[in-house]
């Protein structure tokens, strides 16, 4: 099992950054692939962006590319989310989330396949 602990949320106005931070705990989180996903209310939960084990493949939900980079630092044990260009449409809890299958290849954008989550991190984007 990991842990895993979100923080760097808040409040922003449209336009604005933020870098979100994902700690974890326990086993080491290089050996995971890791993801965000976000939640706005009543809506599902949605895929934002994934990165390998190593960092080398990244892939972004549409409504993110160009504005949203995912990357890691295995020694720190520590996944990012920077956010520019921030829209109201963004807001949502954002959940750090880890993929522990050791047998799965791939980066998976499937919430499904994600097997540790934090608690999440609130960002509101204000128009």
């Known amino acids: 099992q990991v842990q895993l602990v979100e923080s760097g949320g808040g409040l922003v106005q449209a336009g604005g950054s933020l870098r979100l931070s994902c700690a974890a705990s326990g086993r080491t989180s290089s050996s995971y692939v890791m993801g965000w996903f976000r939640q706005a209310p009543g809506k599902e939960r949605e895929f934002v962006a994934a990165?390998?084990?190593?960092?080398?493949?990244?892939y972004y939900a549409d409504s993110g590319k160009g504005r949203f980079t995912i990357s890691r630092d295995n020694a720190k044990n520590t996944v990012y989310l920077q956010m520019n260009s921030l829209k109201p449409e963004d807001s949502a809890v954002y959940y750090c989330?880890?993929?522990?299958?050791?047998?799965?290849?791939?980066?998976?954008?499937?919430?499904?396949?994600?097997?540790?989550w934090g608690q999440g991190t609130q960002v509101t984007v204000l128009s």
């Open positions: 989330a880890a993929d522990t299958d050791p047998n799965r290849r791939s980066v998976s954008t499937t919430r499904n396949e994600y097997d540790n």
């Open positions: 990165i390998s084990r190593g960092g080398t493949t990244r």
